[in-house]
């Protein structure tokens, strides 16, 4: 009721300051096939509580935050609460330099380019 608010529709520098006032951000999706949203809220500096739903989910523990195995709504539940505890600049700053270590821009092209140009066709 009064812990969680749903803001609907934002505009890139809303959802800028919406980050910055925030604990945690909570990503419940089933399926993902990347999670740019993710990578925005690491980039942002808040650590991220998702569920195992595939794409870079996998990647909370190791970047910021926590992967809860699909379902478990308790430990959803727990793993916000626990997330929502640190928010200090150290704890934000050190989440956005893991998540600039895995999604540079030219260290994603330079995979992105060896991957292709391992392919046979």
């Known amino acids: 009721g009064d812990r969680v608010r749903f803001l609907g529709a ?3 520098d809303e ?3 919406a980050f910055a006032a925030s604990h945690v951000y909570v990503h419940s999706s089933r399926y993902e096939t990347f999670g740019v949203a993710l990578v925005e809220a690491w980039a ?9 739903c595939g ?3 996998a990647m909370a523990d190791e970047i910021g935050g926590r ?9 959803l539940a727990a793993a916000m ?3 929502a505890g640190d928010v200090s600049i150290e704890m934000r700053l050190d989440t956005k330099r893991r998540a600039l270590l895995h999604f540079d821009p030219l260290l994603v092209v330079g995979s992105l380019r060896e991957a292709y140009r391992g392919v046979r066709v």
Request: charge should be negative; avoid cysteine; hydrophobic fraction near 40%.
């Open 67 to 75: 992967t809860i195995r699909h379902g478990d709504i308790e430990a």
């Open 10 to 12: 934002r505009s890139r």
């Open 81 to 83: 609460v626990d997330g």
């Open 15 to 17: 959802i800028i300051e």
């Open 55 to 57: 794409g870079v989910s």
């Open 44 to 52: 942002a500096g808040l650590p991220v509580v998702t569920f195992d």
